[in-house]
């Protein structure tokens, strides 16, 4: 992520929600409307910006490798988005490929920590992963639901399967899946003290104060929940137009008429 993650209230719900899922080895839901932050929150709980690229990266080791290592033996946890049309065999390939890799980096983290001359190696690397998190789960064909109910069963790998809203009810069809999942979790998008906390990141990026007394304030805080209803992927879309109008058009303060302008520019749905 090119920008520094801001952590909210629903992002800590959501790793509540993961270390109960994890530590009950089971499987759980998080739903949500598009754009609210779920994917964010998962790739954060798994460090999967730091991991995925070193990973895709594979090749001789060099000094960098153990904060990676420590990376993935802090989250046991692999993340996952499914092709569209993904044949269940490549989805299962792709997910044993992963738990190896971040079972590897675990496994030589724990290595590292072994007194001198001592090594001792896990038969089995990918038993270091504890959670998997499936993004985009309304792509999961039955038969991958099936699988991966059997990966559940056969070797307790607790799962979280992410959605949007009614994925809940579809995953109802399958019994065998459903009379497994231990925890439901609702992503939410960002209510009123929230947004003001994000916002407030948003201005001081920009090298501003925001002052919700401020009447000018509190017009652009007006104008930006309308636009964006709490979504956080529309408000991390809208602040770069935001500073694109100011710096066009040598603006220091940010009002409801430079919101406007930037929201031109996006596509935003109804």
């Given at each position: 992520m090119n920008q520094a993650f801001i952590v909210t209230k629903e992002h800590r719900r959501f790793t509540e929600f993961a270390n109960a899922v994890r530590?009950?080895?089971?499987?759980?839901?998080?739903?949500?409307?598009?754009?609210?932050g779920?994917?964010?929150?998962?790739r954060r709980y798994a460090n999967w910006d730091a991991l995925e690229p070193y990973i895709n990266a594979w090749g001789p080791r060099g000094d960098h490798d153990a904060k990676h290592y420590?990376?993935?033996?802090?989250?046991?946890t692999v993340f996952y988005t499914p092709e569209v049309l993904c044949r269940p065999k490549d989805l299962m390939h792709d997910i044993d490929h992963w738990q190896i890799k971040v079972g590897i980096c675990a496994d030589e983290h724990l290595r590292s920590l072994m007194p001198d001359g001592e090594v001792v190696r896990q038969n089995d690397v990918t038993r270091?992963?504890?959670?998997?998190?499936?993004?985009e789960a309304e792509r999961l064909t039955p038969t991958a639901l099936e699988l991966?109910?059997?990966r559940h069963d056969r070797t307790h790998l607790a799962m979280i399967l992410i959605g949007m809203p009614g994925v809940d009810e579809?995953?109802?069809?399958?019994?065998?899946?459903?009379?497994?999942l231990g925890f439901s979790h609702h992503y939410r998008a960002l209510g009123r003290e929230e947004l003001l906390f994000v916002l407030d990141r948003h201005w001081k990026r920009l090298g501003r104060t925001l002052?919700?007394?401020d009447f000018?304030?509190?017009?652009?805080?007006?104008?930006?929940?309308?636009i964006t209803r709490g979504n956080f992927r529309l408000l991390e879309r809208l602040f770069p137009q935001i500073n694109r109008v100011l710096k066009i058009n040598q603006l220091d303060t940010i009002t409801d008429d430079v919101i406007e302008a930037a929201a031109s520019i996006l596509v935003i749905g109804n």
């Open positions: 530590k009950e080895k089971t499987i759980g839901i998080c739903h949500g409307a598009a754009g609210v779920k994917t964010n929150s998962a420590a990376l993935a033996n802090r989250s046991r270091l992963v504890e959670l998997l998190i499936i993004d991966l109910r059997d579809r995953f109802r069809h399958y019994p065998q899946l459903y009379s497994r002052d919700p007394d000018t304030d509190a017009q652009a805080i007006a104008a930006i929940e309308r």
